[in-house]
Nanobody, 123 residues
């Protein structure tokens, strides 16, 4: 069974940076595509970024392009989300997800989900 544990969330001022981490265990990490999602109060969960098993393919929501970078280290079984130039509208609960199929990740239909970490950006 895959387990995902997010870390790195917190409170930051607008314009600041945070790096989220997602630790993967239970299966072979390099066999899974991964994704970051977020959900703000009163809003639907949305895809932030996704990455293929090799890291060679990445996708970003338009709202974070140029500010966020998704990456993974298959040797460390960990995925990252570097978030720069943070805005108050980035405030949300951030979740990581995993699936063997990148399309499933992008569609929000991943087989596995973490518990999430809160990111709060103050103005």
């Amino acid at each position: 069974q895959v387990q995902l544990v997010e870390s790195g969330g917190g409170l930051v001022q607008a314009g600041g940076s945070l790096r989220l981490s997602c630790a993967f265990s239970g299966r072979t990490f390099s066999a899974y595509a991964m994704g970051w999602f977020r959900q703000a109060p009163g809003k639907e969960r949305e895809l932030v970024a996704a990455i293929s098993w090799s890291g060679g393919i990445t996708h970003y929501a338009d709202s974070v392009k140029g500010r966020f970078t998704i990456s993974r280290d298959n040797a460390k079984n960990t995925m990252y989300l570097q978030m720069n130039s943070l805005k108050p509208e980035d405030t949300a609960y951030y979740y990581c997800s995993a699936d063997e199929n990148l399309t499933m990740v992008r569609q929000g239909r991943s087989a596995y989900w973490g518990q999430g970490t809160q990111v709060t950006v103050s103005s």
